[in-house]
C-alpha cells in the first residue's frame, strides 16, 4: 500500500510568487489533514478535509493559502503571494476515517519543505 | 494556542545512553501521541498512549501518561544515532476531538 505521497520535496521561491503543494493521501482515506512547522516552531494544524469537504480551516493563516481537495482524491494547498514568514515544512496526513486517526495515529507524508527568498 | 509543549526544547547524549522527554498539555485529552521527524523526512508515529493507561512500552520506547498533571514523558533506551531527529507530542482533545494538536518539539542528538 502506497503511503502519503507529497511533491514536491522542496520548493524554493520568491517572495511574491505563488507556490502549489500537493497531496496524495493513501487511496480511500477519506479524511486529509495539512499541517506546518515554520521556523523549527511547534507544528501547527491548517485544515481538515472529508472527502472534498473541509470540515476544519480554523488553521488557515490568512487568504493567501487556498486549499482544495476537488473530486475528494488529492489535495492542493497554494500559496499566493508567498512571504518570507511561509518557509517552513509543509505536512499531509490522511486516515480511512476521523476516529482511526485520532485513536490510532495519522500517516503522514514526507512533508514540502518550501523556501521563501 | 499550542496544546503540547516538550521539554527539554534540544538535548543531546552519548549513544548507548537513554533519553527522557517530556511533554505537557492543557487540556482533557483522550489520548496523547508521540511522533518523530528524521531531519528531511516526514512525520512517524511512534506510539499512543490512551487517557485511561499510565504506562505503555514498545520496544525501546517507553511512554507514561499523568493526566492529573496533565503531562506525558517518552523515554528511548539504549540510544542509537539512528534515534536522531525531533520528537512531538500530539494530543487529541477529550471532547469533540476532530484533529490531534502538536506540541514545539525536542531535539535530541545522539553524539556516537
Known amino acids: 500500500e502506497a503511503g502519503v505521497t507529497q511533491f514536491p520535496s522542496h520548493s524554493v521561491i520568491e517572495k511574491g510568487q505563488t507556490v502549489t503543494l500537493r497531496c496524495d493521501p493513501i487511496s480511500g482515506h477519506d479524511n486529509l489533514y495539512w499541517y506546518r512547522r515554520v521556523m523549527g516552531k511547534e507544528i501547527k494544524f491548517l485544515l481538515h478535509?472529508?472527502?472534498?469537504?473541509?470540515?476544519?480551516e480554523s488553521g488557515m493563516p490568512n487568504n493567501r493559502f487556498l486549499a482544495e481537495r476537488t473530486g475528494g482524491t488529492y489535495s492542493t494547498l497554494k500559496v499566493q503571494p508567498a512571504e518570507l514568514e511561509d518557509s517552513g515544512v509543509y505536512f499531509c496526513a490522511s486516515s480511512q476515517d476521523g476516529w482511526y486517526g485520532l485513536n490510532y495515529g495519522y500517516t503522514f507524508g514526507s512533508g514540502t519543505r518550501l523556501t521563501v527568498v | 494556542s499550542q496544546q503540547g509543549e516538550e521539554d527539554p526544547q534540544a538535548l543531546s547524549i552519548q549513544e548507548g545512553e537513554n533519553a527522557t522527554m517530556n511533554c505537557s498539555y492543557k487540556?482533557?485529552?483522550?489520548?496523547l501521541q508521540w511522533y518523530r521527524q528524521n531531519s528531511g523526512r516526514g512525520l512517524v508515529h511512534l506510539i499512543l498512549i490512551r487517557s485511561n493507561e499510565r504506562e505503555k512500552h514498545s520496544g525501546r520506547l517507553r511512554v507514561t501518561l499523568d493526566t492529573s498533571k496533565k503531562s506525558s514523558s517518552l523515554l528511548i533506551t539504549a540510544s542509537r544515532a539512528a534515534d536522531t531527529a525531533s520528537y512531538f507530542c500530539a494530543t487529541a482533545a477529550q471532547r469533540s476531538a476532530s484533529k490531534i494538536i502538536f506540541g514545539s518539539g525536542t531535539r535530541l542528538s545522539i553524539r556516537p
Open positions: 478535509f472529508v472527502k472534498e469537504s473541509k470540515q476544519d
Open positions: 487540556t482533557s485529552i483522550n489520548n
